[in-house]
C-alpha cells in the first residue's frame, strides 16, 4: 500500500476553480452579477466562489453547464481535485510537526526489515511510518499507543515504557502481520486438545516448525505470528486478543528453541488462563504488568514442555551424559534443549553439557 502512494503523481499546485470560471466569465464579458442573475444563485455566493472562499457544488456546477457552456464534471472534478490538494498541503504541515516524534523510532531497521519501504527523504520517511501505523499524525499516535484513547482495541498505555516507540512499532507490526491471516472462531476446547501436538511439534523442532504451528493454532481460531525484535524494544513474545481472535506473536528474542518454545506455551497460557481483558509483554517492564498472571503463565508453561516432576526426575538420575538427555527427552516428548535449558537455568549442570541440542529458531 505504501508503495502505490509512493508512485501516485500530485500535482505541486492546484488554483481554485473559481479562478478558471473568472477567466471564463471575462472571455465572455459577463459580471458576477449578470452571472449571478443567469445561474440563479445569489451574487454574493458567486463572489465567493470567483475569490476562492467557497467551494463550487455539484448543484451549482450543473447551473454553470447552461450557462458558460462548460460541462458540469468538468467543475466538479475540478474542485475535488483542488480540495483534495488543500488536505495535502495540510499534511505537509501535519509532517513537519511530526519530525521530531519520527525520530524515536528504529526506521532504519524497519526499512531494512522491509517494514517501511526503501526512501531517502525525511519528509517521505515520515508519510510512510503514518502509513504504517494507519495514523493520520503524531497526536493520533499518541492518542492510540500512550493516552488509551481506545482501550477496546489496545488496553495498555505504553507511556511508561522505556521505549514506547519500537514496542509500539513491534506490535504494530504483529497486527498487520495478524491481518493477513485468516482464522476460524476462536474454540477454547479445541486449543487445549491442540497442545499435545503442538508439544510433539516441540520435541522434534523440524526445520518448518514455525509453519506447522501457526497451521495447528490456526485451526482451532489462534493467531501465531513472528516478528523480529527491534532495536530497544527486547519483547519476547506477546499475547493479546484482536477484537474477538487471539494473537500470539513471537519474537525468537534469544535465537534458541528451549526459549522459543517455552515463550510459546507461556503465552499459551495467558490465553487460556487470562481472558480477552490484557495484553501480555514478555521481557519488558510496563505500567499493566501483573507478576501472578505472569507466573501462573510461567507454570502452565513447565507444564507443556518439562514439569517440575519431570524434572526432578531427570536431576535425580545424575551425574547425566547428553545420552541420558536424549533419553528423557523422548520419554518426556519433550526437546533435549528444553531439559538443558531447565537445568542451566536452575544452575544444575555446566553451560558446556548438551550445547549441540539448542538449535536457532529461524522462521521460514
Known sequence: MT??????????????????????????????????????????TIIAVLKGNSSITPDMAVLFENVVNIPAHF?????????????????????????????HFPVKEMIKLGWLPELSALHDKIAALLVFFGVAGRDSWEDYYLKQQLKVAFRISLSHTKEPYAISAWLRKGDLQAAELSAIDYNEKNFKDALPEIKSVMAKHPTDFAKKLQSICLASGVKVVFTPCLPKAPIAGST???????????????????????????????????GKKDIFLEKIDY???????????????????????????????????????KSFAKKFNTHPAIIIGRLQHDKLVSYGLGRQFLKPVEFN
Open 3 to 44: 508503495g502505490n502512494l509512493q508512485n501516485q503523481y500530485f500535482p505541486q499546485t492546484i488554483f481554485h476553480p473559481g479562478k478558471t470560471l473568472e477567466e471564463k466569465l471575462d472571455e465572455m464579458g459577463m459580471g458576477p452579477k449578470e452571472f449571478a442573475i443567469r445561474t440563479g444563485k445569489p451574487e454574493k
Open 75 to 103: 467543475w466538479i472534478n475540478y474542485q475535488r481535485a483542488y480540495d483534495e490538494y488543500l488536505a495535502r498541503e495540510k499534511r505537509k504541515t501535519v509532517i513537519e510537526e511530526s519530525m521530531e516524534w519520527a525520530k
Open 240 to 274: 493479546r486478543w484482536i477484537n474477538d481472535t487471539p494473537l500470539i506473536q513471537l519474537s525468537g528474542r534469544y535465537n534458541r528453541n528451549d526459549s522459543f518454545w517455552f515463550t510459546f506455551f507461556h503465552e499459551a497460557g495467558h490465553i487460556i488462563l487470562h
Open 287 to 325: 505500567s499493566d504488568y501483573d507478576k501472578n498472571k505472569e507466573d501462573e503463565a510461567n507454570d502452565f508453561a513447565i507444564k507443556w514442555t518439562l514439569t517440575k516432576e519431570e524434572e526432578q526426575e531427570i536431576i535425580d538420575s545424575a551425574p547425566l551424559e547428553e545420552s541420558d538427555i
